[in-house]
Protein backbone atom coordinates (compact mmCIF):
# COMPACT_ATOMS: atom_id res chain seq x y z
CA UNK A 1 0.00 0.00 0.00
CA UNK A 2 1.51 3.19 -1.12
CA UNK A 3 0.34 6.30 0.94
CA UNK A 4 1.04 10.16 -0.94
CA UNK A 5 0.98 12.98 1.29
CA UNK A 6 0.56 16.43 -0.08
CA UNK A 7 1.39 19.75 1.85
CA UNK A 8 2.28 23.54 1.40
CA UNK A 9 -1.15 24.81 0.27
CA UNK A 10 -2.54 27.79 1.14
CA UNK A 11 -3.42 31.37 0.14
CA UNK A 12 -1.84 33.63 -1.85
CA UNK A 13 -2.36 36.73 -3.71
CA UNK A 14 -2.01 36.76 -7.50
CA UNK A 15 1.46 37.05 -8.06
CA UNK A 16 2.82 35.52 -5.25
CA UNK A 17 4.44 31.52 -4.93
CA UNK A 18 3.69 28.29 -3.30
CA UNK A 19 5.84 25.39 -3.46
CA UNK A 20 3.65 22.23 -2.76
CA UNK A 21 5.02 18.52 -1.73
CA UNK A 22 4.24 15.23 -2.10
CA UNK A 23 5.66 12.15 0.17
CA UNK A 24 5.24 9.05 -1.03
CA UNK A 25 5.86 6.16 1.38
CA UNK A 26 8.23 3.74 0.39
CA UNK A 27 11.07 2.80 -2.46
CA UNK A 28 12.09 5.51 -4.79
CA UNK A 29 9.62 5.36 -7.56
CA UNK A 30 12.81 6.62 -9.84
CA UNK A 31 11.08 4.74 -12.83
CA UNK A 32 7.59 5.76 -12.47
CA UNK A 33 5.49 8.82 -13.26
CA UNK A 34 4.40 11.21 -10.36
CA UNK A 35 1.61 13.81 -11.38
CA UNK A 36 -0.15 16.50 -9.95
CA UNK A 37 -3.62 17.11 -10.50
CA UNK A 38 -5.64 20.28 -9.59
CA UNK A 39 -9.44 20.43 -9.47
CA UNK A 40 -10.54 23.99 -9.65
CA UNK A 41 -14.38 24.88 -8.01
CA UNK A 42 -16.59 22.95 -10.09
CA UNK A 43 -14.76 21.64 -12.41
CA UNK A 44 -13.40 18.14 -13.40
CA UNK A 45 -9.58 17.45 -12.04
CA UNK A 46 -7.26 17.92 -14.49
CA UNK A 47 -3.31 17.31 -14.77
CA UNK A 48 -0.70 19.85 -14.29
CA UNK A 49 2.75 18.48 -14.14
CA UNK A 50 4.24 15.26 -14.46
CA UNK A 51 7.92 13.54 -13.89
CA UNK A 52 9.61 10.76 -14.93
CA UNK A 53 13.08 10.11 -13.45
CA UNK A 54 14.51 13.37 -12.65
CA UNK A 55 14.44 15.37 -15.23
CA UNK A 56 11.77 14.44 -16.93
CA UNK A 57 8.79 16.95 -16.95
CA UNK A 58 5.66 17.77 -18.83
CA UNK A 59 3.22 20.58 -17.79
CA UNK A 60 -0.32 22.18 -18.71
CA UNK A 61 -0.39 24.71 -20.86
CA UNK A 62 -1.50 27.28 -18.64
CA UNK A 63 1.15 26.74 -16.34
CA UNK A 64 4.03 26.77 -18.66
CA UNK A 65 6.43 28.82 -17.69
CA UNK A 66 5.28 29.31 -14.56
CA UNK A 67 5.14 25.93 -12.38
CA UNK A 68 8.43 23.28 -12.13
CA UNK A 69 7.82 20.22 -10.96
CA UNK A 70 10.83 18.49 -9.21
CA UNK A 71 12.26 15.70 -7.49
CA UNK A 72 13.85 15.34 -3.69
CA UNK A 73 16.66 13.62 -3.22
CA UNK A 74 15.56 10.94 -1.56
CA UNK A 75 13.31 10.73 -4.87
CA UNK A 76 9.93 9.51 -3.41
CA UNK A 77 9.67 13.18 -2.77
CA UNK A 78 8.10 15.70 -5.83
CA UNK A 79 7.89 19.63 -5.29
CA UNK A 80 5.76 21.80 -7.30
CA UNK A 81 7.52 25.27 -7.47
CA UNK A 82 4.51 27.66 -8.44
CA UNK A 83 5.20 31.15 -9.24
CA UNK A 84 3.03 33.81 -10.21
CA UNK A 85 0.07 32.46 -9.55
CA UNK A 86 -3.07 32.97 -10.94
CA UNK A 87 -7.26 33.19 -9.35
CA UNK A 88 -7.39 30.36 -12.21
CA UNK A 89 -5.12 28.49 -10.50
CA UNK A 90 -7.43 28.17 -7.28
CA UNK A 91 -7.94 24.14 -6.62
CA UNK A 92 -7.47 21.61 -4.11
CA UNK A 93 -3.86 19.99 -5.62
CA UNK A 94 -3.10 16.33 -5.89
CA UNK A 95 -0.42 13.91 -6.32
CA UNK A 96 -1.27 10.49 -8.40
CA UNK A 97 1.01 7.24 -8.70
CA UNK A 98 0.09 4.91 -11.11
CA UNK A 99 2.12 1.24 -9.87
CA UNK A 100 1.74 -2.70 -9.84
CA UNK A 101 -1.92 -1.97 -11.47
CA UNK A 102 -3.10 0.57 -8.81
CA UNK A 103 -3.64 4.49 -9.14
CA UNK A 104 -2.85 6.01 -6.02
CA UNK A 105 -3.96 9.83 -4.96
CA UNK A 106 -2.89 12.02 -1.57
CA UNK A 107 -5.40 13.64 -0.17
CA UNK A 108 -5.10 17.16 -1.50
CA UNK A 109 -4.08 20.47 -0.52
CA UNK A 110 -5.64 23.75 -0.70
CA UNK A 111 -4.65 26.48 -3.01
CA UNK A 112 -6.69 29.61 -3.05
CA UNK A 113 -5.72 32.66 -5.28
CA UNK A 114 -6.79 35.74 -4.54
CA UNK A 115 -7.02 38.62 -7.15
Known amino acids: QVQLVESGGGLVQAGGSLRLSCVAS????????ISWHRQPPGKQRELVAS???????GYRESVSGRFNISRGLGLNTVYLQMNNLKPEDTGVYYC?????????WGQGTQVTVSS
Open 26 to 33: GSPYRSNV
Open 51 to 57: IIGEDGA
Open 96 to 104: KLPIGGQTY
